[in-house]
């Protein structure tokens, strides 16, 4: 989760340091990586509180799977959006590059999110043995 908050604090920083409120698209992207930075944060915060042992009602894998989920296909929305409305213009070259940078670490959070749903559906399904485990259940 550290990487994630880390990236989408760059694709917020960058969008937010751009003329981003002459095009509406990229209020979508400054939307999006603002709701999942927080969101983030919190979820890590949670982690390091060690909340989920004292909110053992919660099936937390599942709201951890549900949560990245959600977030990719967001962040595959704003991606697509911040690489097309990236045009290149001879007087505001500084926005194009600043867009430009973060429609790709837009394209970067999107992967770890998509990772990270990988990883918490295996979690959820309890597919995620080690091989100490294995090893132990092979000889019992």
Known sequence: ????????????ALIANTTYHLHA?????LF???FFWILTVLFFMAYLLQLQLKLYMIPWPLVLMIFHAVATVL?????????AAARPTSWRQWDYNRRAAAAFFS???MITYGAS?????????GLGSNAATSQVADHT
Not at 2 to 10: K, R, S
Not at 117 to 125: N, V
Request: glycine share 4%; hydrophobic share 65%; charged share 5%.
């Open 1 to 12: 989760m550290g990487t994630q908050a880390v990236l989408g604090l760059l694709v917020w």
């Open 25 to 29: 698209v990229y209020s979508w992207v």
């Open 32 to 34: 999006v990586s603002i």
């Open 75 to 83: 962040y595959l929305s704003a991606f697509a959006a911040c690489a």
């Open 107 to 109: 394209c970067l959070v």
């Open 117 to 125: 749903t990988f990883f918490s559906f295996r979690a959820w399904k």
